[in-house]
């Protein structure tokens, strides 16, 4: 080898090496639970801010077009699992706290994978794909620590929940550090608790570890049965200007979920591992803007809310911020699943996995790196027998038959509240929330790139309803590219497309995993009969 030669490999394999052999990225997953699409102020709502959100995305990249199942069961299985929740049964209904049945112990989860490759895993928050047997809980399926709730929800200051079929038993406190059923924070909010206990895993982390957090709020889903929207009152009174007393409690329990982000922000820098960290922010579903669990949340201009096919139940925005991201504040339009983060984080960590039957697709390239174009792609929304409905989108078309609730939701529910409270910054409270300042060293926030980002999030439809879509008289097709509110049914003008729809709706019917549901609310796991708490009840080798 000439000197040139030698010089040359030591300069760059050593240079290669260094660059190829980072610290294991850590991960910080902040899940939303039940927040409307639109309510997050950087999409353009004036009648509350999220700060630390909107400093997330305009520092980071914004997937404006992020596919999630409409329910929390189905979609937080298709995030651990990166499949399509037809292809792990999860595809009918949530896991009401006493029925027997939960996500498929054969299936492998993100964080078991992470655990396998050096990282420290926590779970804090919400669970919700099973706990009526102990190795269904979160312990058992890879996380190194839980604080939080098996179940779809609890109250935010007393931590219980009683049954989906509420007369049959009697209201049990589901919150635990561990196995262990924790008493010492009742009374205590719950957002706030979550955001104190990821700190704590923040602070207390070894940072020769890999660090995947995945933090699962409570907020902005429903409480209590009695008193459903809760939280502090002085928080509530913030938001005195907005008339409508259910959204002013709504917008203070985000305003404190938005707070609780940016302590985490705050926290990472504190600790000096921001540079090190990717953060994922979404929300698991759409908002039930009306109906059972109401929040009040608003996903207009999307047609539909919660549980049903429409884009207010399924589509919503992600936000990632990573210092490797080259585009600060980007709109990405590329059509994204849930299922993507499962290959996506993995890739980003350079972990190895063997898991080939995934749904999702790897997009962290693109995530980094905005200036691709964007492919079509094929998202099985719904697909549940037993209900009766199915939605999917392939490229441009989004196929519809049958929907939720007798189609009492199937319009335009909710609105961009106009209230403002007449005096706030906007970008002022964006640049200098926790979140801005955490950030700031990397990029400077404006007025102007704050007003690109809402003009780019802007969905523009037309006013009036073209041809109407019945989805229970016959299936609908919308061009969702051109028509992202189904405001158009062309269904008769593209029979062929519809034929097509039809036989792949049969298709994945066909290959679909059995619904692990089962129709039994079972009265053993009434929590009168477990010192009124919410706890496993069936036996390890029985299902
Ligand atoms: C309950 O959680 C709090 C807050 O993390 C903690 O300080 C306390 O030790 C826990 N109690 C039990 C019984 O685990
Ligand atoms: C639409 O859904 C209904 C109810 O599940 C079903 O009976 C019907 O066969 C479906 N129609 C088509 C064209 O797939
Ligand atoms: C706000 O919206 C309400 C209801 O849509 C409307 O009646 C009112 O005029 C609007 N106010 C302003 C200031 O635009
Ligand atoms: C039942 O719960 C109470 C607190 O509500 C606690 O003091 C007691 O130790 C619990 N009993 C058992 C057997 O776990």
């Not at 959100?53 to 189905?74: E, K, Q, S, V």
């Not at 049964?89 to 112990?105: A, D, R, Y």
């Not at 620590?145 to 406190?173: K, M, P, R, W």
Request: hydrophobic share 35%.
């Amino acid at each position: 080898m000439s000197f040139l030669g030698k010089w040359l490999f030591i300069c760059c394999v050593v240079n290669v090496y260094t660059q190829d052999a980072p610290r294991k990225p850590n991960i910080v997953v902040i899940m939303a639970d039940d927040m409307g699409s639109y309510d997050m102020s950087f999409g353009g709502m004036n009648q509350f801010y999220t700060p630390n959100i909107d400093a997330m995305a305009a520092h980071g990249t914004i997937m404006n077009h992020h596919y999630t199942p409409n329910l929390c069961t189905p979609s937080r299985a298709a995030f651990l699992t990166g499949k399509d929740p037809m292809n792990t049964g999860m595809q009918h209904f949530v896991i009401p706290n006493e029925e027997p049945w939960g996500l498929s112990l054969k299936e492998t989860l993100m964080p078991q994978l992470f655990q396998a490759n050096g990282y420290k895993t926590h779970l804090v928050g919400k669970w919700h794909l099973g706990f009526f047997q102990k190795d269904h809980t979160p312990l058992n399926r890879g996380f190194d620590t839980h604080f939080g709730y098996y179940g779809g929800y609890i109250s935010y200051f007393t931590h219980s929940c009683d049954c989906f079929e509420a007369q049959s038993c009697t209201l049990g406190v589901d919150f635990r550090s561990g196995f262990e059923t924790n008493l010492t924070v009742n009374g205590k909010y719950a957002t706030d608790l979550f955001t104190n206990e990821a700190i704590r895993r923040i602070e207390e982390h070894d940072t020769k570890d890999g660090l995947f957090l995945l933090i699962s709020h409570l907020a902005a889903h429903t409480g209590s049965e009695t008193d459903p929207l809760e939280a502090p009152p002085e928080i509530i009174e913030k938001f005195n200007y907005i008339k409508d007393e259910n959204r002013r409690k709504y917008a203070a329990m985000v305003f404190q979920l938005d707070q609780g982000i940016g302590q985490v922000f705050s926290s990472l820098e504190k600790k000096g591992i921001l540079d090190n960290t990717i953060v994922l922010f979404y929300s698991d579903n759409g908002a039930p803007t009306q109906g059972m669990f109401s929040n009040t949340g608003s996903n207009y201009p999307l047609k539909g809310i919660k549980e049903t096919p429409w884009e207010g139940g399924i589509r919503g925005n992600a936000i990632v911020w990573s210092k490797q991201i080259r585009k600060p504040g980007n709109v990405m339009d590329q059509v994204m699943s849930v299922t993507d983060w499962f290959p996506t984080l993995l890739k980003a960590a350079n972990i190895d996995h063997q898991i080939n039957n995934l749904d999702g697709i790897n997009l962290w390239d693109r995530i980094v790196d905005n200036n691709k174009v964007n492919f079509g792609r094929r998202i099985v929304h719904v697909l549940d027998a037993e209900f009766g409905y199915s939605s999917i989108r392939e490229d441009n078309w989004k196929y519809i038959n049958g929907s939720r609730y007798d189609g009492l939701y199937d319009h335009w529910v909710g609105s961009i509240g106009n209230e403002t409270d007449g005096y706030t910054d906007y970008t002022a409270v964006v640049k200098y929330s926790k979140t801005g300042m955490a950030l700031s060293k990397y990029n400077t926030i404006t007025k102007h790139s704050l007003n690109t980002i809402r003009s780019q999030m802007k969905i523009q439809c037309p006013d009036r309803v073209g041809t109407p879509c019945n989805a229970f008289e016959k299936p609908c097709l919308f061009d969702i590219d051109a028509d992202p509110c189904e405001k158009n049914n062309l269904a008769d003008i593209y029979p062929t497309v519809m034929s097509y729809f039809e036989g792949l709706v049969a298709y994945e019917h066909w290959k679909a995993v059995p619904a692990a549901r089962v129709h039994f609310g079972d009265p053993l796991s009434n929590p009168a009969l477990h010192n009124n708490t919410w706890t496993w009840w069936v036996g390890n080798n029985s299902i």
